[in-house]
């Protein structure tokens, strides 16, 4: 079973194909067709008037070349589908892989999933235990599906406990490393040493010239930044130039048959048409690009000389991103569709023909996951600017308090050492407690009045 490439940390929870049942009731006819000539041979010599030992070798022959044709189907429409089709599921996503000439990938990641259930069609379904397993997502093709699976129940199982594991380990990482952040951040906003940052930080995609080009061009929001930047595979253009060429062969081919009188006509008609045809196919292809930047995914597209158009997604709204290769020859050459579905009945974005897909598609989750953290690094900062503004205005309160204190401690200290009155003996003032005087422990030695002098003894 192909090995499918795992990002950093995650590891494979199981790995499967279809139940074997599959292809074995596909191949059900082929022993019945071997066997056959047994029934044959048995009913001729049941019936012996109906004379089918004449035609005996036209019966072999003929289930000879149903018989070849079966296998050939069975092998090439049944067995090579069943070995190429995938079922991966790992701690952080689900992945449907399938397809012989074209391939088709679709995944999910964990975190998204909303809710899974499984169901097991007819009596030979529920005796071999197989059925299918739906993983419901917020995309706009609603699921993935784990088609004729065994065991669907324990595979829902397993799916719904990686999910639970998923997010809970989400959570418990944000947790873990982001009260020591804002604490951190916190410090530095009070005016304290910073301590060293302790928040996890992701390797940053070196950015191509072709990159800083558009990042040039392109009216981007603050603090965003160009990723990347592709357009459709060289054989678009390529195909697209077909037409213009044959034109000029066949230009060439009604000089070289009528003469050389016709060669200015055939010249204007290079000039004026076919010339102009395949300048404008290359303006096309060099206008039409897509470009990922940190927030958002654009679909550039132009009319050369007349408009532009922007086909603009939201990183935070794509809910699931597919992979199809539908053509063997896009196999060959890593030539394939990335399709985009964004939240939404009718929102789908569609990358065609673009070379390496799956690395493009790769590139879209690391751009979404970067962009998940970047908005939780933002509220952490208003978490740490709400926070700068409670202290300081508790510091200013208590700062106040202590004056005020301070003060009144005084007044009373100078009134007591000059035997003057105070405000105390007409009452508290506003804000400030009554005095009262210090008890001081009795002792049968030297007993003390509350002002602090000794009693005369008898």
């Not at 579905?341 to 598609?361: I, N």
Request: hydrophobic residues 45%; glycine residues 6%.
């Amino acid at each position: 079973m192909r090995s499918h490439q795992l990002e950093e940390g995650e590891r494979h929870v199981v790995v499967m194909r279809p139940h074997l049942w599959r292809i074995v009731r596909a191949g059900l006819p082929l022993p019945l067709l071997l066997f056959s000539p047994l029934l044959y041979t048995a009913v001729d010599l049941a019936v012996p008037a109906l004379r089918l030992a004449v035609l005996l070798p036209f019966f072999l022959w003929l289930l000879g070349i149903v018989l070849l044709a079966y296998a050939v189907k069975w092998l090439l429409w049944d067995l090579l589908p069943w070995l190429r089709q995938s079922f991966v599921v790992t701690n952080r996503r689900v992945i449907v892989q399938a397809g012989v000439l074209s391939v088709y990938r679709q995944e999910c990641s964990l975190l998204k999933v909303e809710e899974t259930d499984y169901v097991s069609r007819g009596p030979m379904a529920r005796l071999l235990d197989i059925g299918d397993v739906n993983v419901h997502t917020a995309g706009r093709r609603g699921e993935v599906v784990l088609r004729g699976v065994a065991r669907p129940r324990r595979i829902q199982e397993l799916i719904s406990a990686e999910t639970r594991a998923s997010r809970y380990e989400a959570t418990r990482r944000r947790l873990a490393e982001e009260p020591r952040e804002v604490m951190r951040q916190l410090v530095t906003a009070i005016g304290g040493a910073p301590e060293a940052s302790v928040a996890v930080t992701e390797p940053v995609r070196p950015i191509s010239d072709r990159a800083a080009r558009m990042q040039q061009r392109l009216n981007l929001l603050s603090e965003e930044a160009v990723v990347m930047v592709t357009r459709q595979h060289p054989m678009v253009l390529i195909v697209g130039l077909l037409g213009p060429l044959l034109g000029v062969f066949f230009a060439v081919a009604v000089v070289a048959v009528v003469g050389l009188g016709i060669l200015p006509l055939a010249e204007l008609a290079v000039a004026l048409v076919l010339a102009p045809w395949a300048l404008w196919r290359v303006l096309d292809y060099l206008a039409h690009e897509y470009v990922v930047t940190t927030d958002r995914l654009m679909e550039l597209r132009s009319v050369p000389l007349l408009f532009q158009t922007r086909d603009i997604v939201q990183l935070e709204s794509v809910q699931d991103i597919a992979l199809d290769i539908p053509t063997f020859f896009g196999r060959l050459a890593d030539v394939g569709d990335v399709v985009v579905e964004v939240a939404g009945p009718d929102e789908r974005v569609v990358l065609k023909t673009v070379a390496h897909p799956a690395d493009l598609q790769n590139l879209l989750f690391e751009s979404i996951d970067a962009r998940r953290r970047a908005r939780h690094a933002r509220q952490d900062q208003q978490l740490v600017s709400t926070l700068s503004h409670w202290f300081a205005q508790y510091h200013k309160l208590q700062g106040g308090q202590d004056g005020h204190g301070a003060h009144a401690q005084g007044t009373r200290a100078g009134a007591r050492r000059t035997g003057g009155e105070t405000d105390d003996d007409e009452g508290p003032a506003e804000g400030l407690r009554p005095w009262k005087p210090r008890r001081v422990a009795k002792s049968s030695d030297s007993p003390r009045s509350p002002r602090g002098h000794r009693r005369r003894s008898g």
